[in-house]
C-alpha cells in the first residue's frame, strides 16, 4: 500500500534543533512531489515546505532560513531539517506524498513541542 510514516518529533527547548524523517513505500517515489504541513491546536493546517521530483524547494515565509526540507529517493525517505526552533513552531507536522494523477495522501503526523 502507498504509505507514509514520520518519525523525529519530541521535546525541545527554544532554539535548539530537530531532525524529522517521513519513511515512503508503495509507489515510485522518486517521481512525487513531498511536503511537510503543520497544525497548531485550534489552528489551520499550514504548508511548511514542499519539495518536488526534480528537488526545487519551497518554504513557508515563518520557517525560511530555518528549516530545510531535502529528499533521499535511494531511501524513499523526505526529510525537515529544523534549526534555532521557536515556540511557535509547536504543532503536529504531517507528511504529504501527491503522486502524479495528483492524488495526495497523509501521514499520521509528528508532535513537535517547543518549550520557551
Known amino acids: 500500500q502507498v504509505q507514509l510514516v514520520e518519525s523525529g518529533g519530541g521535546l525541545v527547548q527554544a532554539g535548539g534543533s530537530l531532525r524529522l524523517s517521513c519513511a515512503a513505500s508503495?509507489?515510485?517515489?522518486?517521481?512525487?512531489?513531498m511536503g511537510w504541513y503543520r497544525q497548531a491546536p485550534g489552528k489551520q493546517r499550514e504548508l511548511v515546505a514542499t519539495?518536488?521530483?526534480?528537488?526545487?524547494?519551497n518554504y513557508a515565509d515563518s520557517v525560511k532560513g530555518r528549516f530545510t526540507i531535502s529528499r533521499d529517493n535511494a531511501k524513499n525517505t523526505v526529510y525537515l531539517q529544523m534549526n534555532s526552533l521557536k515556540p511557535e513552531d509547536t504543532a503536529v507536522y504531517y507528511c504529504?506524498?501527491?503522486?502524479?494523477?495528483?492524488?495526495?495522501?497523509w501521514g499520521k503526523g509528528t508532535l513537535v513541542t517547543v518549550s520557551s
Open positions: 508503495g509507489g515510485i517515489f522518486s517521481i512525487n512531489a
Open positions: 519539495i518536488t521530483s526534480s528537488g526545487s524547494t
Open positions: 504529504k506524498r501527491t503522486r502524479a494523477n495528483g492524488m495526495a495522501y
